[in-house]
Nanobody, 125 residues
């Protein structure tokens, strides 16, 4: 059974940094695509970025480009989201997601089969 377990959320002041981790269990092959999403209160879940695992190519939405970095440690089956220069509007519950289908590699939440439980990120002034 595939399981994604996130950690690393917390509270930070604007301009600070956090690193989120997403450990993947129960897999024998890499998911084709892994992604980070976030959801703020009263808002829809939105994509932050993804990585095509076959070629380790990341993609980011404009609002986080240059501030957030997605990476993987294959030996640990772990996905990371390094978040720098955090802004108030980055506050949300952050989720990692994974899927094994080629067509899943986009930032539509409904394309992903496996999800983590979410971790809260709160940015204060």
């Amino acid at each position: 059974q595939v399981q994604l377990v996130e950690s690393g959320g917390g509270s930070v002041q604007a301009g600070g940094s956090l690193r989120l981790s997403c450990a993947v269990y129960g897999i024998s092959t890499d998911p084709y695509c892994m992604a980070w999403f976030r959801q703020a209160p009263g808002k829809e879940r939105e994509g932050v970025g993804l990585i095509y695992t076959v070629i380790e190519l990341p993609f980011y939405v404009d609002s986080v480009k240059g501030r957030f970095t997605i990476s993987r440690d294959n030996a640990k089956n772990t996905l990371y989201l390094q978040m720098n220069s955090l802004k108030l509007e980055d506050s949300a519950v952050y989720y990692c997601a994974a899927d094994f289908r080629v067509e899943s590699c986009n930032l539509r939440p409904d394309r992903y089969t496996y999800w983590g439980q979410g971790t809260q990120v709160t940015v204060s002034s």
